[in-house]
């Protein structure tokens, strides 16, 4: 059957140019149209401030793109953070406008002009905002698989992390300099819909390379 001519009255109709509605990407041979559908073609996200949770809520398969890439990147601005990370023996000091006392022990008094010299061996405090960065600093990476309930559904999408070469890495947790980058992977393993919960938390942890225990250390994102 010669169908030249009613491709033609389409195309006339509707147009020619390439069907780039997300549903039908794939039907219509049109995945070079897929926002993060390949690891070199990803979504791309700039992450400053930490921690910071991400959350994705979609699907992938059938009539759409199989696999989806999200290229976080990373740099973390020093001078704002949601959270005090404690270095070892040390606790995180919590400021208030409470006076008087608590458990016998008199508010403390912030003032930079008083404390000017050193009293009894007590050097002057040195006050300091934001985040004070160790040589060998690095910033946790945690993707969790919320799933949706259906194990029929859940059982067929693998979520990844992939480090800065788009390597993939072998654990839900990886850990990464404050200024890098990686990604993560969204891959349909069934020729049906599967929709996907997904969050990955950076910076839940800011830790130096030499406290990280052996376990955690095998999580580094290794760059070649």
Known sequence: MDVTAEIRQ???????????????????????????????KPE???????????????????FGSENYFVKVDVEVDPRYTFACF????????????ENGTVNTYSVAV?????????????????MQ?????????????????????NIYVDSWLDIRLY???????????????????????????NTRRLPYNVDCMIGNQYVSGSELSADDAKKIARIN
Not at 129 to 149: A, H, R
Not at 167 to 178: G, L
């Open 110 to 126: 912030i003032d930079e002009n008083e404390d000017l010299t050193t009293v009894n061996t007590y050097e002057p405090a040195e």
């Open 163 to 189: 480090t800065q070469n788009r390597e993939e890495h072998p654990y839900d947790k990886m850990f990464i300099r404050p200024n890098e980058q990686f990604y993560i992977g969204f891959h349909a393993r």
């Open 129 to 149: 905002s934001g985040l004070q960065e160790p040589d060998d600093g690095y910033i946790s990476i945690d993707l969790n698989n919320l799933k949706t309930g």
């Open 44 to 62: 791309q996200i700039k992450i400053k401030i930490i921690p910071f949770t991400l959350n994705y809520k979609d699907s992938v398969g059938l």
């Open 86 to 97: 404690e270095e070892e023996f040390w606790e995180c000091a919590r400021e208030s406008n």
């Open 10 to 40: 389409n195309h006339l109709r509707y147009g020619s140019s390439d069907n780039t509605a997300p549903a039908g990407l794939s039907s219509s041979r049109s995945l070079n149209y897929a926002s993060g559908g390949s690891i070199n």
